[in-house]
């Protein structure tokens, strides 16, 4: 059984510019979220995914785009990043929707300059 | 608005017991979980509550009252490899919300 999985571990980028972050769920997981965590601060959700819809999204401008493929990957897409945008981004897997035991990934930290 | 509420510190000595409370308002409420998180770590999960009571597993604890909007993760027989921070996390609705964290201190 592998765990969840997140790529790259670190990245650094300009203001403006756009990122893209990966996300492989465990094993036998439908479900991905995604957050977004400040130095300090809790885990801010982003969105969900449940069986490639999304299906839960926090407050967060459409520049925050995401996608679910049929193997249950995900990915998480930035536009025009700014400079509040640093942060480790976090991905989470679960099963049928259910969020009452989420398995983290290690995250990607984001730097924007 | 929703929102949880946990303290932003809590320090204990090693081998003492610790409780850490969350309050929570939100709308829509299926339960509320428990994560743990060492620098520079992802959140691991610890426990999980969508009935009143207690639920417990090995040292740590967890409890809920859903009448009262509150929870709280109970530590015991504290180690230093338990210096982290705690999150209490509710699904409410079509979001899951996250506390600010309590960042636990051990001393010797």
């Known amino acids: 059984e592998t765990g969840v999985t997140q790529s790259p571990t670190h990245l650094i980028k300009t203001r403006g510019q756009q990122v893209t972050l990966r996300c492989s769920s465990q094993s036998g997981h439908n479900t991905v979220s995604w957050y977004q965590q400040a130095l300090g601060q809790g885990p801010q959700f982003i969105f969900q995914y449940y069986r490639e819809e999304e299906n839960g999204r926090g407050n967060f401008p459409p520049r925050f785009s995401g996608l679910q493929f049929p193997n249950y990957s995900s990915e998480l897409n930035v536009n025009a990043l700014e400079l509040d945008d640093s942060a480790l981004y976090l991905c989470a897997s679960s099963s049928q929707g259910l969020n009452e035991k989420l398995f983290f990934g290690s995250g990607t930290q984001l730097s924007v300059l | 608005g929703q929102s949880l509420e946990q303290p932003s510190e809590v320090t204990a000595v090693e081998g003492a017991i610790v409780q850490i409370n969350c309050t929570y308002q939100?709308?829509?409420?299926?339960?509320l979980s428990w994560y743990q998180q060492h620098d520079g770590g992802a959140p691991t999960f610890l426990s999980y509550n969508a009935l009143d009571g207690l639920e417990e597993t090995g040292r740590f604890s967890s409890f809920l009252s859903r009448s009262d909007s509150y929870g709280y993760l109970l530590l015991q027989e504290l180690q230093m490899k338990d210096s982290a921070s705690y999150f209490c996390?509710?699904?409410?609705?079509?979001?899951?919300?996250f506390g600010k964290g309590t960042r636990l201190h051990i001393l010797p």
């Open positions: 939100t709308s829509g409420f299926y339960g």
């Open positions: 996390a509710v699904e409410g609705g079509d979001k899951i919300i």
